[in-house]
């Protein structure tokens, strides 16, 4: 998710102001299932606190205790990355 919002802010020139914006611009078919949590509606999205580049700086998932392995709270394992990534091209 990091990756793809990195290459829409620098595709488009400004941040995406919501996960519906990649979708609207192609860049996800639709919001991807945390897969931490399984569900759609639980990534905590950072946004700049800068007025004139507002917009989602980073993402995390939404699941708040350690996993199962062992990553810290909201951090996603490489794994999923590369899924994602697959699963977009």
Same mark, same amino acid.
Request: aromatic share 0%; glycine share 4%.
């Given at each position: 998710m990091r990756a793809i919002i990195s290459q829409y802010t620098l595709d488009k020139q400004k941040r995406p102001h919501s996960l519906d914006d990649l979708v609207a611009a192609g860049y996800l078919k639709e919001v991807?299932?945390?897969p931490l949590t399984g569900r759609k509606d639980t990534w905590?999205?950072?946004?700049s606190s800068?007025? !004139?580049?507002a917009g989602i700086v980073d993402?995390? !998932?939404g699941y708040g205790k350690t996993s199962n392995e062992g990553t810290r709270p909201g951090r996603l394992p490489k794994i999923y990355f590369?899924?994602?990534q697959?699963?977009?091209d």
């Open positions: 991807p299932v945390d905590v999205v950072k946004c800068d007025g !004139s580049e993402i995390d !998932s590369l899924k994602l697959l699963l977009t």
